[in-house]
């Protein structure tokens, strides 16, 4: 594993032979690593003005082993690693170890359009932007992975936000993964470490708050692959829910109405549920509510296109329940483990 971190000393000069830098924060990726790095090297930007810093988190599976296969072929991969292991002491340890000007930030769990480089580029330099990506378009290889990906673009699941949209174009609050000037990211301190999930609301938050611009474009093209497990996807959102607490807390910033849906919905239905139990009007109001959710999610997932068949629909309706029970109750868990801690300030 190269250790380029020994070698390149944090805010040195950049490299004029190598533009971009591409950081991809890795851990226990055997299923995914080979289709990312084939896409990578499909990539139309030319390899003598790029390196690829993959960033494991001591990954216990055979990633590492697969990215090795690569390195002996093509020199400009490396691999540096991740101690901390978790997604923001990656992206900074890449970005400390970069000398492009520019990183572009992938995912493993990602593949993406042979222009993917190129356009996040040019974006940069035609808008000013100091940050740009694409919509994100899940996609699913598996039955479960599938339901989650059509999960994905459903406004019923996540509250339809600007980057799941595939064909909206403009400037947006954050954009999936991203590509920015490697100072612009020096300059704001890197990512925050104390961020394992939302790292890059948090991010782009404080980019904001320094008056600069993200900007989406549906040019910037790529294909994200979700969690293929229920429970795997349970806890990612839980761990979603409990870290945007703590954006929320450090930005000082109210949280949106789709923040609060899902922890309002775990609240009713363990206060209703269990008022249920010796008052009738609280049956009826707690029957009524739930009803009128089990509609709206009949509604949302057989109306859904991105899957196909009656089994499908059933699973999605149940993937949209795990999304809403487990953010609402890691946002609930946010609230009281953040309760007294104080942020460092933008």
């Known amino acids: 594993m190269t250790d380029l971190t020994e070698q390149r000393e944090t805010g040195s000069q950049a490299d004029p032979a190598i533009e971009v830098s591409v950081v991809v924060p890795i851990l226990n990726e055997e299923a995914y690593i080979g289709p990312c790095i084939e896409s990578i090297l499909k990539q139309d930007f030319p390899r003598e003005r790029m390196e690829v810093l993959f960033v494991d988190g001591d990954s216990e599976d055979k990633t590492t082993a697969i990215i090795a296969q690569y390195q002996e072929k093509y020199p400009f991969i490396h691999c ?18 970069a000398v492009g000007e520019y990183i572009v930030r992938l995912d493993a769990h990602s593949e993406y359009a042979d222009d993917y480089i190129s356009q996040s580029i040019a974006t940069l330099k035609k808008t ?46 954050t954009v999936f993964l991203g590509a920015y000037k490697r100072q612009t990211i020096l300059d704001l301190g890197l990512y925050d470490e104390d961020f394992p ?10 980019l ?26 349970f806890k990612q ?16 910033k109210p949280a949106r109405l789709s923040h609060l849906v899902p922890i309002s919905f775990v609240l009713f239905i363990a206060l209703f549920g269990l008022l249920s139990l010796f008052f009738s009007p ?18 949302f997932s057989f109306s859904n296109k991105r899957v196909k068949g009656f089994v499908n ?10 999304l809403h029970i487990s953010y609402g109750l890691g946002f609930l868990q946010g609230i009281f483990q953040f309760a007294g801690k104080t942020f460092q300030p933008v």
């Open 208 to 233: 904001h708050a320094h008056g600069g611009k993200v900007y989406m474009t549906p040019s910037i093209k790529s294909r994200y692959y979700p969690r293929d497990s229920y429970r795997k996807v």
């Open 128 to 173: 000013g932007a100091d940050n740009v990506g694409g919509p994100m378009i899940a996609c699913g290889k598996n039955a479960v992975q599938k339901v989650v990906a059509a999960a994905y673009h459903s406004p019923f699941a996540l509250g339809g936000g600007k980057f799941h949209i595939a064909d909206y174009e403009g400037y947006v609050d």
């Open 282 to 299: 609280a049956r009826w109001v707690f029957g009524g509510v739930m009803g009128l959710y089990l509609l709206l999610d009949i509604y």
């Open 80 to 97: 540096l690693r991740n101690p901390g292991r978790t997604v923001q002491l990656a992206l900074n340890i890449g970005i400390r170890a």
């Open 197 to 206: 999930r939302s790292e890059d609301d948090e991010f782009n938050m404080r």
């Open 237 to 252: 959102y839980y761990e979603y829910g409990v870290w945007k607490v703590a954006v929320i807390k450090k930005h000082k």
């Open 313 to 322: 629909k059933l699973r999605l309706m149940w993937v949209h329940f795990i």
